[in-house]
């Protein structure tokens, strides 16, 4: 994995940004990417084959059954607590046990207070899987919460299907991808991604370069982004990825400047957008010239990068601090009562937040925590959610979500200049795009 070599593989797949804010702690070891594919390599192998492996592959002959005797019912939090991540992560943590608090404070959920069983992935996916493993069958949860790069929900996700157990996983990601296991309560591709298209399109922004991290999600966003340009009269003027935790982009940068895009589309991850956008404004390039629309960055992830640098640039998300409605005023100031008023709210973290009201409404129409009851009841369940009313698809397991474009103010946060008008029916396979077909 070179950075800036369009060939290199994706060895490391880690999505979204985030880190120790320490520079210190940006830096993740090549030994380390290299030693966790081949876990995850040989976890998925075994698992394919059907043998039995230890915790951490997932394998069982018996699904684990939760424990919902006495007057609580368990759940995990997987997240990142450290490492690289965890600057995303823990806030995704902080707003699930927020919406845990207030149901509690409710009542419960079937009359059970939810207990949390927290547990840190620490930016590593065969951790996740491990971590994954122990709290089905040691603590018995009826539901786990997490998980943000895809790295971390590929490793996982055989653990959940051969335990029967039940993962909602809040960020936004590559689609392609459905398990009767998991629900994506995070934008899928034609909810994030192809409305970004549209929005640069219908600004006469044709012509455009992508600049991504070395993993599985900017690779299959950009295979998806390439067919969408080639089908809408846009033409892709380069392609290129650094290793996650990069912060040489100095080449990156003079070759984006060079190709006189209209645009740049940034599936960068993880602390080398600080690294990228210093680059960038360095390099004389700003959002009057060459904007660029990132799917990563939130309003978390402005603080640490740094507004100065990010002013004027574009987001593609379905939730920013900002929307308006009642719901989200009610939820960013719980969040700011219980963590500071400095900090802020985001799109994975809504959509965390969210996934704990929708599985208390799965819940509660089932009349059980038995997660196939629980699935079989998903079908329409609603919610006004912070970022609008929400609706699961029980067929896809993904949710009608608004697509929203925001600009980065000077002082932090995200303004909205675009909606979609509508949630957008999740269609993670895109089957509805002739273009798309042969991408999956």
């Known amino acids: 994995m070179s950075s800036g070599s369009s060939g290199s593989s994706g060895s490391s797949d880690f999505r979204g940004s985030g880190g120790s804010r320490s520079s210190g702690a940006f830096r993740y070891s090549r030994r380390k990417v290299v030693a966790g594919a081949a876990a995850l390599a040989a976890v998925v192998a ?43 992560e823990v806030t995704v943590r902080d707003s699930l046990k927020l919406a845990i608090d207030e149901i509690n404070a409710s009542g419960g959920v079937l009359d059970k207070q939810i207990r949390p069983i927290s547990e840190d992935g620490a930016s590593d996916w065969p951790t996740f899987a491990e971590k994954a493993s122990k709290l089905i069958k040691e603590d018995r949860v009826a539901a786990t919460f997490g998980c943000w790069t895809s790295a971390s929900r590929k490793a996982v996700k055989p653990v959940f299907e051969k335990n029967k157990s039940l993962l909602f996983y809040p960020v936004q990601y590559e689609g392609l991808e459905e398990s009767p296991y998991i629900f994506y309560t995070g934008a899928t591709t034609n909810q994030q991604i192809v409305p970004a298209l549209d929005y640069l399109k219908s600004q006469g922004r044709k012509r455009i370069y992508l600049v991504g991290s070395d993993y599985v999600f900017p690779r299959t966003a950009n295979k998806i982004i390439k067919a969408y340009a080639k089908a809408n009269g846009m033409k892709v003027l380069g392609e290129d990825y650094a290793p996650l935790g990069s912060t040489e982009f100095s080449t990156i940068s003079n070759k984006v400047k060079a190709s006189r895009a209209d645009a740049v589309f940034n599936t960068l991850n993880g602390d080398s957008n600080v690294a990228f956008f210093k680059e960038y404004k360095s390099a004389g390039l700003t959002a009057k010239s060459m904007p660029v629309v990132s799917v990563s960055i939130a309003e978390e992830e402005v603080k640490s990068i740094g507004s100065q640098y990010l002013a004027g640039q574009l987001t593609a998300w379905n939730y920013y601090q900002t929307t308006e409605g009642d719901a989200n005023e009610r939820f960013v100031k719980a969040y700011k009562d ?83 008008g509508e949630a957008i029916k999740p269609d993670p396979y895109l089957k509805g795009y002739p273009w798309a077909s042969g991408l999956s």
């Open 46 to 88: 075994l698992s394919a084959c059907g043998a039995k492996t230890d915790e951490a592959g997932g394998s069982s002959d018996k699904a684990a059954k939760a424990d919902t005797s006495g007057g609580t019912v368990r759940v995990g939090l997987l997240n990142s607590l450290s490492g690289t991540m965890a600057i995303s």
């Open 338 to 420: 219980k963590y500071g008023q400095d900090k802020p709210t985001s799109d994975p973290m809504e959509a965390a937040y969210t996934s704990v009201y929708l599985w208390k409404a799965m819940v509660e129409k089932a009349g059980s925590f038995d997660p196939e009851k629980v699935r079989a009841a998903s079908d329409g369940i609603t919610f006004e959610a912070p970022e609008g009313r929400v609706t699961v698809d029980g067929a896809s397991q993904h949710i009608h979500k608004t697509a929203r474009i925001g600009r980065i103010g000077t002082d932090g946060l995200i303004e909205q200049v675009w909606d979609s």
